[in-house]
């Protein structure tokens, strides 16, 4: 198989649309969401793999199959990895390939809700990394962040006073998180929070890692200020740990192209919802 029909096959199966039934849409999520883990981190194992979904040994070795009888992954030993053609440098380098557009119009928007001065915790999402562009027009301002690329992005800012959070290093997301995180987090009072999560189920936020929700939690209870930036995509997926409800954030901000029900929705909710437009080709 070519690279380029390697990538066609990975993102033709990360497209593909839940089904009507409960149990097979969770299955699809699961294995969407494994996919997108072991082409970040590049190899995982199996073992992991049990943790991070909360799912048994069974069950893990039959998603696997399933992936690497469809040529996007491969299992040797008890550890299953990217295919040669598929592989990429880093999580954060394969996250942002996705859905660069929409990522950019919520950065932008995002932006606009700072002000010089503030102390903004920035969590370690790709979308919210799109934001750093618009900080130098915003300095002076102080950036928490947990996150590795968004340090590397930001540390020669000018009048941006960087202030990185330590803890247990995780490739896979390249941020750090655990108790040592949390407790410094505990120990600071932001003005607004910048976050983006990988699933909007039943007007809640959710997270495939359970280590990633209580770090962020930590970052949305030192803030004053919340506020969530979504695409389309994230009402379309799903994930294990909850986070938060939607009318606890601020604001939500969503892309143009999220489609008017779910933003009706949202909007009956009292959930402060704002549509970001998408620049035009």
Known sequence: MTQASQNNAV????????PSDSRQARQLARRQLIVEAVMAEGAIRIEDITDRFSISLMTAHRDIDELVERGLLRKTRGVVSATPTSL???SDVYRSTRQLEEKCALAEVA????????AIFFDDSTTVLQMARY??????LTVITNSLTVMTELKEMRDI???????????????????????????LQADMFFVSMSAIIDDRVFHQS???VE???AMFESSEKRILLVDHTKFERRALH???????????????GTPLPIIQRMKDKNVNVVVAPMKAD
């Not at 606890?248 to 901000?253: A, C, P, R, Y």
């Open 242 to 256: 909850s986070f938060a409800h939607l009318d606890e954030f601020d604001v939500v901000i969503v892309n143009q």
């Open 161 to 187: 006073t960087l202030m990185g959070l330590g803890g247990q290093f995780y490739n896979w997301c390249n941020a750090f998180m655990g108790q040592m995180t949390r407790k410094e987090i505990a120990n």
């Open 215 to 217: 770090t962020k939690r």
């Open 135 to 140: 900080l130098p027009s915003k300095a002076p």
């Open 88 to 90: 990429v440098e880093s």
């Open 11 to 18: 993102d033709v199966f990360m497209a593909e649309a839940l």
């Open 111 to 118: 932006a606009s809700y700072i002000e010089p001065g503030q």
């Open 210 to 212: 359970a280590e990633m």
